[in-house]
């Protein structure tokens, strides 16, 4: 028998050259490919076929793979195994699980093979010793010398250019982390629309958005990733739809009338009754309003009246597992509190609105920094769609006084609430993301919350601390793992402070949030003082990367 020399066995670290037969791929793994010169290819061996795209993993790539995952005989190359954990959030450390049988399916299907040397192979055979052998096929197909490893950003990215942006939103395509749209106020049109295909490391403008249109952009996904929409004001809720990833809107309809602060959610949890409905929320003279979408975006419902009687600004709408929406958002009438609507029929009705919990302040209030404007007391809310201890547990977050509003700026403090509350219960609870000891003298406020597919909890807000009398802000972040009991030490995600500024504007009203998976980007308004820019510079940056395997992120297990 034909025999050609192959050097993919791995003994105590070293490569030893073996034999193969004429039916079998020759393999020659050479460190020097690889990215990362910290990484042993070689020993990713030990966790499956081996792939020529394995040399596009790093250090951090490979932190996905624990020592256990060599117990699991898939012939799924290292490379992909950490796609999947990374996509289907994989906890297989537990005695007895396994990648699921699809997983070497869902390989041949994205991967086309295995690629070596050019070209891919489909298929493969186990020895006796338990290596895994790539057989020749015929006719195997070309390959390609790279392998499209989902991208996202590290770090923080001016997003806006001119300067003049504020209030914005953002959302990652829900099968896609590459693809990411965004919305600002400005600064080319009154609601400026953005894309970026390399998971938000550069961004480009997205289409005009037709007709009239004037501000505060939401933004969302199908469930498939290939519709994107946005909302925005004018005298009514024009809603748009983008079927070419933010490349071109089109306007579907114009809802209501005199309206203001709209935010649009869509159901993409798989089980839910009412996937891909999408619902908006408003408000008409502080009356809060909703309408409906089923059929992607096409048409809308009539619009109705949440909580009547009541009157309030800034509301915020997401739903669980079981497709019950939540509408919330800040009472302004008797004294100020946060409410909170049910539907249980997809959003065709709602119940008798409730407290989530009373608040100091009262629509908003001055601070040092924000002394023009004045802080906005709004809601963020989100739902657990995990299998984790507190699934379906309702997530308010909400910025208030720590007393009565004061008219003098510095006799006001602001800080952020988190509320929850767990399924079946009506008991709601309220912690805060960040220390609570230095309220007198550090300011936190304009929070937005995203919660994970783990049931991990994440917060931005704007943090004073480092700045001199309150006047100045970083963006900090914080994530709770259980359930928004308890927080670790909030992360400065911001590598400059930004300065008050005379413009009336300063900051706007909010920030925005997303997150996929691992991947959580952050978008905000800042006015540092950057290069292109001047002393009264306003710009929306975007930040990535601070969320990782580090973080415990199967704690919850996976089911």
């Known amino acids: 028998m034909l025999t050609v020399h192959r050097w993919i066995r791995c003994v105590g670290g070293l490569l030893v050259a073996g034999s193969v037969s004429a039916s079998e791929v020759a393999v020659q793994i050479d460190v020097h490919r690889g990215a990362d010169p910290n990484v042993d290819y070689a020993a ?25 995952d060599r117990q699991h005989g898939d012939p799924v190359p290292a490379f992909f195994r950490i796609e999947l954990r990374r996509r289907w959030q994989l906890d297989l450390e537990a005695d007895g ?54 991208k996202f950003l590290s ?11 504020a209030e914005s939103a953002i959302a990652i395509n829900p099968v896609n982390p590459n693809i990411v749209i965004a919305g600002t106020n400005g600064p080319t049109r009154p609601q400026t629309m953005w894309r970026s295909s390399d998971g938000g490391e550069t961004w480009a403008l997205g289409g005009a958005l037709p007709g009239n249109e004037c501000c505060d952009p939401t933004v969302g996904w199908s469930s498939n990733g290939t519709i994107a929409y946005t909302a925005s004001l004018i005298d009514g809720v024009p809603f748009y739809r983008s079927t070419d990833n933010g490349a071109n809107w089109t306007l579907v309809t114009e809802l209501s009338s005199g309206s203001d602060k709209e935010y649009l959610h869509v159901d ?37 009246t949440v909580d009547s ?14 497709g019950n929406v939540y509408y919330v958002y800040p009472r302004t009438s008797n004294g100020g509190d946060i409410r ?70 510095a006799n006001n403090h602001g800080r952020v609430r988190v509320a929850f509350r767990r399924a079946g219960s009506s008991t709601w609870n309220v912690t805060s993301p960040h220390p609570t000891a230095d309220s007198n003298t550090i300011d936190r406020y304009q929070q937005w919350m995203r919660v994970d597919d ?26 709770s793992s259980d359930g928004a009991q308890t927080w670790g030490e909030p ?60 973080d415990n992120l199967f704690s919850n297990g996976f089911e």
């Not at 966790?47 to 624990?66: F, K, M």
């Not at 004045?374 to 699934?391: E, H, Q, T, W």
Request: glycine share 10%; proline share 4%; hydrophobic share 35%.
């Open 309 to 322: 009687g009541s009157f309030g600004i800034g509301c915020d709408i997401t739903s669980d597992t079981a």
């Open 268 to 304: 993409l949890h798989p089980s839910s009754p009412n996937l891909d409905n999408i619902y908006l929320c408003w408000h008409d003279d502080n009356v809060q309003k909703f309408a409906r979408s089923t059929d992607l975006g096409l048409t809308f419902g009539s619009v109705i």
């Open 491 to 550: 992360l400065r995600l911001t590598a400059v402070t930004s300065p008050n500024i005379t413009d009336g504007f300063e900051w706007g009203d909010y920030q925005g949030l997303d997150l996929l998976m691992n991947d959580v980007i952050a978008i905000y308004t800042d006015n540092r003082n950057e290069g292109g820019g001047g002393a009264q510079s306003v710009d929306v940056y975007v930040a990535g990367g601070f969320n990782g395997p580090g």
């Open 44 to 68: 990713l061996l030990a966790h499956g076929p081996w792939d020529d795209r394995n040399y596009a993993l790093t250090a951090a790539d490979v932190a996905w793979l624990p020592e256990s």
């Open 340 to 409: 909170i609507a049910t539907s249980t029929n997809g959003g065709s009705s709602f119940g008798a609105a409730t407290t989530v919990a009373d608040t100091l302040g009262n629509f908003d209030f001055a601070l040092p920094s924000m002394e023009s404007r004045n802080v906005f007391i709004y809601v963020s809310a989100d739902v657990d769609l995990s299998n984790g201890p507190f699934k379906d547990s309702v997530y308010v977050a909400f910025t208030d006084n720590t007393g009565p509003d004061s008219g003098s700026a």
């Open 155 to 165: 770090g923080e990215v001016r997003l806006s250019t001119p300067n003049g942006a």
């Open 454 to 479: 783990q049931g991990r909890v994440h917060v931005i807000f704007y943090d004073t601390r480092h700045s001199t009398n309150r006047t100045g802000v970083d963006l900090y972040y914080n994530v």
């Open 97 to 150: 699980k396994h990648y699921p049988k699809r997983a070497l399916n869902q390989f041949l299907l994205e991967a086309k093979g295995y690629l070596i040397n050019g070209h891919y192979y489909r298929d493969v055979r186990r020895q006796a010793d338990g290596q895994f052998e790539i057989q020749h096929s015929d006719q195997p197909e070309q390959g390609e010398a790279d392998w499209d490893w989902p």
